[in-house]
């Protein structure tokens, strides 16, 4: 651990419990500025803005500010930027994620008889039939389409859950036959490049911290960083010998990390 100069954070469950700083983690950030590591707090939930988790996070003492947060809509970006740059793109997406888009230098379309190269698949709380219909017939034409991240569905207080990103995608394969040409929100590795790109930093300097095997540690030992399993949150170490995703290092809690830089 002594080697990593960025750590990736998951919030829910590794920094804090909905609007409540998991207890130990006051001050956190502070102390590991001070080891001289640097480190982001990354989400799949593309349906809000960088704004929105500086807003969050600060209200329960932590120092984040919108260079801290890296959201699967910004992996989605950085790698449109590279590969589809002045691209048209139809977007199923919140205000919040079109607005990143468009700042990333991108047209969007909204309609079906416009131009459109790429069919972009998000968080929309805010999808309407006319809108899921349009990108169906678009990607039926053969217009390809991406994800900014895969989870099915999306935790909501009570206990519940509600239609996440990957059940739209599970609409759109069968409405379609097709299946996206690639996913940007962890496991994938698109947010580790993305890391990459802005801090100039290997893999071996880079690691993500998080309480979720099959997306946090999956992410990691998917993509050559180092994975490190906090028991605050949904797993535990039942959960670890039981299932196929075996973290590199496993810690009661977030805070432990600071013993070991």
Do not use: W
Not at 4 to 15: P, V
Not at 89 to 113: D, M, N, Q, W, Y
Not at 139 to 161: N, Q, S
Not at 199 to 225: H, P, Q, S
């Amino acid at each position: 651990m002594k080697q990593i100069k960025c750590f990736l954070f998951d919030m829910d469950g590794t920094i804090n419990l909905g609007m409540e700083l998991i207890p130990g983690m006051e001050g956190f950030f502070d102390r590991l500025k001070e080891a001289g590591r640097s480190y982001y707090l990354v989400t799949n939930n593309s349906s809000k803005d960088h704004g929105h988790y500086v807003k969050k996070m600060n209200s329960m003492g932590v120092p984040v500010t919108k260079n801290n947060i890296l959201i699967s809509s910004d992996a989605l970006v950085s790698h449109l930027k590279h590969s589809k740059p002045g691209a048209r793109l139809f977007v199923l997406g919140t205000p919040e994620l079109k607005a990143t888009i468009k700042e990333g230098g991108f047209t969007l379309s909204s309609r079906l008889e416009d131009e459109t190269d790429l069919v972009v698949v998000g968080f929309d709380q805010t999808l309407t039939y006319e809108t899921l219909t349009i990108a169906c017939r678009l990607i039926d034409r053969g217009v390809p389409y991406v994800a900014t991240h895969p989870d099915v569905r999306c935790p909501i207080e009570g206990g519940e859950y509600i239609p996440d990103t990957g059940a739209f995608l599970a609409c759109i394969k069968t409405a379609t036959g097709k299946d996206p040409e690639y996913i940007t929100g962890k496991p994938y590795g698109y947010m580790v490049d993305t890391v990459m790109e802005r801090t100039g930093l290997k893999k071996e300097e880079i690691a993500m911290v998080g309480d979720r095997l099959m997306t946090d540690i999956r992410f990691g030992t998917d993509n050559g960083i180092l994975s490190i399993l906090v028991l605050t949150g949904e797993a535990t170490l039942e959960d670890v010998e039981r299932g196929p995703v075996k973290p590199d290092i496993i810690l009661p809690h977030a805070k432990e990390i600071l013993k070991y830089l």
